[in-house]
């Protein structure tokens, strides 16, 4: 029997689930372990041809993979302490601003932890060393397939009609003015828009933001009023201006488009890296469309997607919760 067959066999149900599930609805995080899995297995499937026709090619290659992974450890540390750095400079002090930073310190410290457990021989110590490494190692597993998935699904397109096209609001500056992380949104909105013109539809927009702490307006109207500025026609939008979460923009949405056109289709418009997370709870409150990104600053992108895995983790805490507690566990027992 050829042993790249079973690899391939297994790429191949990985893949076929994947296309269903993701044909059924696209908005699940499970489509991002499928993918990954189906991926795995092909990379396996590769080698294992190459193996078959020189076996020496296939054990370096192999080896080099295994010397990747430390390498990319290493890369990544510095490169997160690195953008750490830029967004305490052209951010602020803000702890959710700190997310890459403390990535980067937090590899380097565990490298640093391994080491000098590995010096000490100590079991208890050593438990505690396979506990943490454990669940970083499931961290990073899932945090891959988050990237994996967003990835893809924020290069997939929908070609249905629209009915509706939301933007999500995030923040005003200064209390009134639309930043550029907001206005990246609105454009990407304002372009969605006139495309759909030019195929002889005519959707509404609705400005989705509630007035927060500090803001003289809701975000919805401040950003009614970029628009209008940019000659997007007043009576085209419409105000949801009560949300102060990204679930409430999403519930509060739906309600207005219910309000104007019961069973709607619809797009909604936030930042790339928070298109996945956007697309889950979308699913959640059941509203009908899909999630598009706009643009982000390359220094920002970091810590914002850390944000949003992290809020995805705490989302699934109780399994996430029950998988850690298993590798403790099990670093214990092994420790016994």
């Not at 951010?91 to 380097?108: D, H, Q, T």
């Not at 699904?153 to 009134?176: A, C, H, I, N, T």
């Not at 509630?210 to 939008?237: H, T």
Request: net charge positive; proline share 5%.
């Amino acid at each position: 029997m050829n042993p790249a067959l079973l690899p391939l066999a297994a790429a191949v149900f990985c893949f076929a689930v994947f296309l269903v599930s993701f044909l059924l609805d696209r908005r699940k995080l499970r489509n991002g372990f499928y993918l990954f899995f189906a991926l795995a297995f092909f990379g396996l499937t590769l080698l294992a041809l190459l193996a078959s026709v020189s076996p020496d090619a296939a054990a370096l290659v192999a080896f080099g993979v295994i010397l990747l992974v430390p390498l990319t450890v290493v890369v990544l540390a510095v490169f997160l302490i690195g953008n750490g750095v830029t967004m305490l400079r052209r951010e602020g002090r803000r702890p959710a601003n700190l997310l890459s930073l403390a990535a980067g310190v937090g590899i380097v410290a565990l490298i640093v932890f391994d080491f000098v457990v590995g010096q000490l021989g100590w079991p208890p110590l050593e438990a505690v060393r396979d506990s943490v490494n454990g669940i970083v190692a499931y961290l990073a597993f899932l945090f891959v397939c988050f990237l994996l998935y967003s990835f893809v699904y924020g290069r997939v397109r929908s070609r249905r009609p629209l009915d509706f096209v939301v933007v999500l609001g995030s923040g005003l500056l200064g209390g009134k003015t639309v930043p550029p992380l907001l206005a990246g949104r609105l454009e990407r909105g304002r372009r969605v828009l006139a495309a759909e013109d030019r195929k002889g539809r005519s959707p509404l927009l609705i400005t989705s933001g509630g007035q927060g702490p500090g803001e003289a307006v809701p975000e919805a109207r401040a950003m009614a009023d970029y628009l209008v500025e940019r000659g997007v026609a007043r009576e085209r939008i419409l105000l949801e201006d009560r949300s102060r979460t990204t679930r409430e923009n999403l519930t509060y949405s739906v309600a207005v488009m219910d309000e104007r056109k019961p069973r709607s289709r619809c797009v909604v418009v936030t930042n790339n890296f928070h298109v996945l997370r956007a697309a889950l709870l979308a699913r959640k409150v059941k509203v009908n469309g899909q999630v598009i990104g706009a643009p982000t600053a390359w220094y920002f992108w970091p810590s914002a997607t850390l944000r949003e895995f992290a809020a995805i983790v705490v989302d699934h805490r109780v399994l996430n919760g029950t998988v850690g507690a298993a590798i403790v566990l099990a670093s214990v027992l092994k420790a016994v």
